[in-house]
């Protein structure tokens, strides 16, 4: 049948899709989050880079250290990309409906992806937050469980949310950029791919990654700063009756801008773009992998 005849796919597949890709990419590129956090939490001017940042906590905390952290963003990751990417097949053929458009446009592709970020933020924001103090080079939490019982014991049930317009931001503009290149890439492998007559299953999954890693990296150029104040107001312990320092995602751009320079705004940006750029082609390559398979298994009219 052809592609454009398929019919889509339920709910719980798209859901599945995400999940499986969700948790292979997280397994996969881990450590190199530990390193950017830390980056990012430096403030004043930087005392390493990745490899400096990496080689010191191997050195000093143990090479485990690379995973400390991982049961919060383990146990998001399978919802998240989930709501990702069932968000974002929600919103496109919202979208379409509402425009009368009778395939994916451009322009639609980018407003589909914010839409699917901002939703994806609403998921994510408490997890972040109980990862973010664990990976602090400073943290003395116990694990997840105690991160959340002084959270809330200190700051109420509300604490578990500091942070959420600065994740808003972040993942309303990765996901702007992640599906906006996708789609643009697509259409511009395509006519190369048809002339050469390698429409095969190898040849679809290779364009995913690629398209996939070009999106990663332009999400990445995009979202960075904002990834950086998201990661300063979670970290930063709060002082009953002070001010936090950074509160407002935008004025905090500002004030970090002002006081460490614009190169302040991408710390950490090497290893994010190194794990989200080929992290976002094995994403999608898993992705669209999986849902292959399902729709194989679930055979007309679904192929």
Known sequence: MATDQRKPLPFIANFAAGAIAGVSEILTF???DVVKTRMQLETGKAKHGMVGTLSSIVREEGFGRLYRGLVPPLLLEAPKRAVKFAANDFWGKTYMGLSGESKMT???SILTGCSAGATESFVVVPFELVKIK???KTSTFTGPIDVVKQVIRKEGPLGLYAGM???FWRHLWWNGGYFGCIHQVRSMMTPAEAS?????QQ???????????????VGTVINTPFDV???????????????PKYNWTYPALITIMREEGPAALYKGFLPKVLRLAPGGGVLLLVVEFTLGVF???LGPPYI
């Open 30 to 32: 881990y450590p190199l």
């Open 106 to 108: 451009q322009q639609l």
């Open 134 to 136: 664990l990976q602090d």
């Open 165 to 167: 317009e600065a994740t």
């Open 196 to 200: 050469l007559q390698q429409c095969t």
């Open 203 to 217: 040849g679809q999954l290779f364009n995913n990654f690629v398209s996939g890693s070009i999106g990663g990296f």
């Open 229 to 243: 104040v998201k990661s300063r107001i979670q970290g930063t312990a709060k002082v009953p009756g002070v001010a």
């Open 295 to 297: 729709r194989k298994a």
